[in-house]
């Protein structure tokens, strides 16, 4: 939480990569479960609307079907009709926490569902509707709400992630490998949106940045996975110099924050050994209820243990108060 005007506020996290297939959904599902399994309030959001899917980590894909979601909220302001968010949210249970998940998918499933996206103009809108307002409104509620807000944003450079990246964003949690172009693509997509959040008529804190390497492959591979690391370390000391703990370095963020490449097997028996049970972490067969909540458990691929106090390869926080 940070504390605007007196009053205490969630935090938006927009997770975007470059390019697509990086493991960005299942990282973000994954530290949407932890972080609801210690305790916080935490709403995540898919925003990557050409490429939807975020529900499947939470086995909540039936539901879309018949719940709205982003794409519906557009259109429904489009229209003049009335649709609140609220009424799109998916509420999941996480085994082992007293909190609620809140899911928003990128909008009904169907055979219209590209139809209906692509009838929304979304320049057009900013520029003649009044979607900059609306997403601001949004934007404030949902962090009055929430303690945390997730969202998973398109790849590339397009308008729809420029909403994420741009407007949504409190900080951007950057995923890349080990290409350039994943490695440039995530630093000018930072330079763009801080550049054009100085342009919003609105008031915004500096944009934070959280580079997370992702598919890393130490493991396998250790010779040229050092000789990355020093390189990602090169490329964005700035950006962790922002909010790391003084006396840590970028190379022991690296080392906190990087995501494993572990072929699908061998990290679902992970996930289940390190429970000391049989249990299937989300995206292999949580278990549904029929109350309405749906529950699912986290996959322990966010390394750095059960508690974000136990971490013991760094000190370093993700950034979470300026
Ligand atoms: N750390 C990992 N180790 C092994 N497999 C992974 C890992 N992360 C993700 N995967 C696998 O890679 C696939 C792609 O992951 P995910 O959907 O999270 O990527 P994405 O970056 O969100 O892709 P897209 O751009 O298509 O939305 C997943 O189905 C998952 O099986
Ligand atoms: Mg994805």
Redesign the pocket.
Known sequence: MIPVNGKERGIIYTFY?FK????????LANVAALLAKWGHSVLVVDW?LE?PGLERFFGVQDLRTKRPGIVDLVQARKNGESLRWRDCVIEIDVHGSSTRLSLITAGRSGPDYTARLHSLNFPELFDHGDLGSYIEELRNEWVSEFEFVLVDSR?GVTDIGGICTVHLADVLVLLFTTTESSVEGAMQILERARKEQEHLPLDRRRLLAVPVPA?DESRTEYERAAEWKKRFAEQFSELYRDWLPSGKTALDAIDLLR??????VE?WRAAASNRGGHERPCELGPRVRDTGSHSCDAPR?VRGAERPNTCSSADAQAPRTR
């Open positions: 990569s697509g297939g990086v493991g960005r959904s299942m990282a990557d490429a790849t598919r995501i494993p490449y572990i072929p699908y990290l691929l």
